[in-house]
């Protein structure tokens, strides 16, 4: 079994650089990281924080352009 490493939403807020209630309208909105409810607290696994960063990670449109370009080369 790994090692589970959960955070809270002060940690979370600070990683992603948003406020607590950012995050709170995420997770009514359904926008925000998995987070794991237990009773009245909040908490976000680490590993489930990192995949939601990397699944919003977008490259620029002039990159984008510039590598297609290279690639058709």
Not at 11 to 27: A, P
Not at 35 to 43: A, D, Q, S, T
Not at 49 to 73: D, G, P, Q, W
């Amino acid at each position: 079994m790994t090692d589970i490493q959960l955070l809270d939403e002060q940690e979370v807020s600070r990683r992603l650089s948003v406020s607590v209630n950012t995050l709170r309208y995420w997770r009514v909105s359904g926008d925000g990281p998995n987070y794991v409810k237990l009773g009245r607290l909040v908490r976000y696994d680490a590993v489930a924080l990192e995949k939601f960063i990397l699944r919003n990670l977008r490259v620029s449109k002039a990159r984008a352009t510039m590598e297609e370009k290279h690639v058709a080369l």
